[in-house]
């Protein structure tokens, strides 16, 4: 009978976790195939020739999602940020991955979604505009992200290059937050003191940040 | 069983030409210039004065500028082309140095490469050879722009696979290794 409890229990808690694995999957898919609101549709630019610059800007990065992803598996992924994935399309970016969170010593599997901002010279704004907490409870998830954003500020290979913060944007209907990336623009790149990022847009599979 | 050999080559062949670039850096003329500017003392170093880069169109670059004490006025055309992943070659198609006094193209050549090399960003990951071309004309030469290592620190396999000079803008971009899971 022991055994039996036992048995059906580790059964349960494999059923609930497969569920939750299978809930995330399917709720990443349909965010990422999902058409975007504006429906003109980019896609990759494969020759390198499309004309992105106006005379107002002197540069643009295009990343893709492997390059960005690349980075997060080999360079970012500890203890903490178990797995990281950035995946972006025409009207937004989605992050979908797994953090330790030590309190509860639990892994927890989160997917975060929301629009790319610069709401000032330098500053790049990830505005969140829904996130789900794959875990069994009501876990706080606002909490859970700032988290995210903290073990990601501290990784040593990101804090070179970026400075990470996480605010509660306060809103009528709901809580939802800011993830704030300041580039250390200067460290990267001493021989340019003036460079500037004026503005980020993404497009399927791709982000391109601009500036002066 | 040679049909289904080809098929899979054919497949493999369209798969490599279709993959796509994993980053993409595109400067404007005015932005390029604007770095040299903040190159200034290092161009001053080595004799070149108001260095300017125009770009012209396709594959098309020129250069102006003033050299030695005399400020004496030169202006480079050249092609650009990529030779292989990381491996780049200008073609000088024209050099001309205006003003009575004989004077070597190729000690000027060799002063914007010793002032570029000054950079410690590009000197760490960029590798530049001036060769002669097998021609009549001793002054006819070529750049060969190696990049021996990769320009971001934290990623050492990231490969450059094409720079394209499209109107006044160039682009470069290329790939990094994806560690698959």
């Avoid at chain 1, 990281?84 to 953090?99: A, E, N």
């Avoid at chain 1, 030590?102 to 829904?130: C, H, R, W, Y």
């Amino acid at each position: 009978m022991k055994k039996f409890l036992i048995m059906s229990v580790i059964g349960f808690a494999m059923i609930s976790s497969f569920a939750s694995s299978m809930d995330r999957t399917i709720y990443l898919e349909q965010l990422l195939s999902e058409p975007a609101a504006n429906s003109r549709s980019i896609t990759r630019d494969d020759i390198g020739t499309r004309a992105g610059l106006t005379s107002n800007e002197g540069f643009a990065v295009t990343f893709s999602e492997i390059f960005i992803n690349t980075i997060l598996k080999q360079k970012v992924s500890d203890e903490f940020i178990k797995d990281i994935k950035l995946y972006f399309r025409q009207d937004k970016y989605v992050i979908d991955g797994i953090i330790y969170f030590e309190m509860l010593e639990l892994d927890i599997p989160f997917t975060v979604t929301g629009k790319v901002t610069v709401p000032a010279k330098n500053v790049i704004s990830l505005d969140v505009k829904e996130m789900k907490v794959w875990s069994e409870g009501s876990l706080p998830t606002d909490k859970i992200l700032s988290k995210v954003v903290k073990y990601l500020n501290n990784n040593r290979t990101l804090n070179d290059y970026l400075t990470l913060s996480y605010e509660t944007v306060a809103n009528r209907y709901e809580n939802f937050g800011r993830i704030k990336l300041a580039p250390k623009l200067k460290e990267m790149l001493p021989s340019l003191p003036d460079i500037g990022i004026s503005g980020v847009s993404t497009a399927n599979e791709e982000i391109i940040i601009k500036g002066k | 069983m040679k049909k289904l050999i080809s098929l899979i080559i054919l497949t493999l062949l369209f798969t490599i030409a279709s993959s796509a670039y994993d980053y993409k850096f595109e400067m404007s003329e005015k932005y390029i210039n604007g770095f040299i500017d903040s190159q200034k003392e290092a161009l001053v170093d080595s004799g070149l004065h108001n260095f300017e880069v125009f770009l012209v169109g396709e594959r098309n670059m020129e250069i102006e500028l003033n050299y030695g004490m005399l400020r004496i006025p030169v202006k480079i055309k050249m092609t650009l082309d990529t030779v292989s992943p990381n491996k780049f070659r200008l073609f000088i198609t024209k050099f001309k140095v205006l003003g009575f006094l004989p004077m070597s193209r190729m000690m000027i050549a060799e002063a914007v490469r010793d002032s570029i090399i000054t950079n410690p960003f590009l000197a760490k990951c960029i590798n530049i050879r001036i060769f002669k071309l097998n021609t009549k004309s001793d002054e006819d030469f070529g750049v060969d722009i190696n990049f021996t290592k990769s320009p971001v620190d934290i990623l050492e396999d990231l490969v450059i696979t094409n720079l394209v000079i499209n109107k006044d803008k160039l682009s470069v971009w290329g790939n990094v290794s994806v560690v698959l899971e």
